[in-house]
């Protein structure tokens, strides 16, 4: 399990669109796929019902997201620790702001990387 899967795999459960999540995410939605289907095996199980006209979380997927949630609520908070203990001119980019607890990016500081 990769955070960046745990993350995409966040967005579509959220969305239940992969297209959707792809924007978001600001990825291509082959890659959204690809993160999720890599995730799929990493777990062993399908987390999205994909037979329907509309995308539904499996069992498994419900029981995984409330898991993948504090994951990346954990590592932003940590992010977000020591980029407030960086001095300002010193935060990546220069930034000043702080990712917001949804873990939307917020100003100059995210760039999606953790």
């Known amino acids: 399990m990769q955070f960046h899967q745990l993350r995409a795999f966040r967005e579509v ?55 993948a949630e504090r994951i990346i609520q954990i590592a932003e908070t940590a992010r977000r620790e020591v980029i407030l203990s960086t001095p300002p001119a010193r935060r990546p980019h220069g930034g000043h702001e702080v ?12 760039a999606g990387r953790l």
């Open 13 to 67: 459960a959220a969305e239940l669109s992969f297209t959707r999540a792809a924007k978001n995410l600001h990825y291509a939605q082959s890659t959204v796929t690809a993160q999720i289907k890599n995730l799929e095996e990493a777990v062993g199980t399908e987390l999205f019902d994909r037979s329907r006209r509309r995308l539904a979380l499996t069992e498994a997927g419900a029981r995984l997201l409330p898991h």
């Open 99 to 110: 990712p917001a607890a949804t873990g939307r990016p917020v100003g100059p500081v995210e």
